[in-house]
């Protein structure tokens, strides 16, 4: 629990941090048509954030932040980048932009980081879209979108305590391996629902030791018998599994993770998952979404990583989204795991505390609801130049 006092402390430190983040310009959202309203939306565009002269130079250079960057001008190959996956869709698109944002603000190299983003094939807003957007948003970002089809997984996803868990999106991260370049062979995975307020160079330094696949904070004195069913925890040989660990198995959130994807592929560890969720299908042995399967998988055997990188949970249940505090400690990543999200109660006027600390970097520029005269956009059309493994990909 963390003191008033300590919250006030905080709050004015990110907002002192934020204060020079001018909106340079604002940048259309195209019609809202597309998601059932007649309100259209803006995102200020990003403030330009450049390297100092200590980061490692990328070969192909940026572009100038006029908007005409292509992301080849910065290959995926380059030994130089940090490579950061996040999904991208429309339900949390406020979310994904303000995560990228607060990356970008607090990274020593930001013009090295290469974004993998993954949108669902059938979002309401079409890829090509989500993607124009990201980029007026942040015209120098290198960034890729990938088109995740949502049949590859929509067969083994079972019902789950919330309906939000269930999205096809929520698996992207077990198909990562599939889906990014062959030569990515490390990556950080993160949620929509976070914002960085310390360096991401500092977590993609974490070494994975011995055969670890994944990294992240775990939590050894959670509850674990709560997250997997009474059969499950009945039954003799699938109740072992944990047994075959190196430790007892730790609660940890798939929401921030480092992983190792040459590790991750030779492992098979995409299919390792998939057996779990085909069992879920057939005898129901848990009652979350994608969290379970990736838990009786590394459950135990994972690189732990202080828990300052994912101070998870400020959504609150995945029922209620109460308001919660911050944990002991401090603090890298904020995390608004849960049913809660900031953006949400800000709105609606009934923010938690700890909402005002996502607030500052938060790009979202409603405008004025329209005339019915206005004349609305066109949906702009997609087509993807590549495809990998029931996956495609392009850039704009």
């Known amino acids: 629990m963390v003191l008033p006092g300590s919250i006030a402390a905080v709050a004015f430190l990110l907002i002192t941090l934020s204060a020079p983040l001018i909106c340079l310009g604002i940048r259309s959202f195209p019609s809202r048509t597309e998601l059932g309203s007649d309100r259209s939306f803006g995102f200020a565009e990003a403030p330009e954030y450049r390297n100092g002269v200590e980061c490692p130079v990328v070969n192909g250079g940026y572009g100038k932040g006029d908007g005409t960057t292509s992301c080849d001008a910065a290959p995926s190959c380059d030994a130089a980048l940090v490579h950061l996956a996040m999904t991208l869709d429309s339900e949390y698109l406020r979310g994904s932009m303000a995560a990228v944002h607060s990356v970008l603000r607090h990274a020593s190299c930001p013009e090295n980081l290469f974004f993998h983003l993954i949108a669902a094939e059938f979002d309401p807003v079409s890829p090509r879209v989500l993607t124009q957007l990201v980029r007026s948003t942040f015209p120098s970002l290198s960034f890729k979108v990938y088109i995740f089809r949502e049949d590859t997984v929509i067969n083994l996803i079972s019902s789950s305590i919330r309906t939000a868990l269930e999205n096809p999106l929520n698996y992207a991260r077990n198909y990562l391996g599939d889906i990014l370049d062959p030569c990515v062979d490390r990556v950080i995975y993160l949620d929509s629902d976070i914002v960085l307020v310390d360096d991401i160079y500092k977590l993609w330094n974490t070494t994975l030791t011995d055969s670890r696949v994944i990294g992240a904070p775990e939590y050894c004195h959670a509850n674990f018998t709560k997250y997997f069913t009474d059969g499950f925890w009945s039954d003799p040989v699938l109740s072992r599994v944990f047994g075959y660990k190196s430790k007892r198995p730790c609660y940890f959130n798939t ?142």
């Open 255 to 396: 929401g921030v993770m480092v992983m190792d994807l040459t590790k991750w592929r030779e492992g098979n560890y995409r299919r390792k998952i998939e057996n779990w969720m085909e069992l879920q299908r057939k005898r129901r042995i848990y009652e979350l979404g994608s969290l379970p399967p990736f838990l009786l998988v590394f459950g135990g055997n994972i690189e732990p990583i202080d828990h300052r990188w994912n101070q998870h949970g400020l959504g609150g249940d995945n029922v209620k989204g109460s308001c919660r505090s911050l944990h002991p400690g401090p603090v890298s990543l904020l995390h608004w795991s849960g049913k809660g999200k900031p953006w949400v109660r800000l709105d609606e006027k009934r923010p938690c505390p700890l909402d005002y600390l996502w607030e500052p970097y938060d790009l979202f520029k409603p405008s004025q609801i329209r005339g019915k005269h206005h004349q609305q956009q066109q949906p702009l059309g997609f087509s993807a130049t590549a495809s990998i493994i029931g996956y495609s990909s392009y850039f704009i």
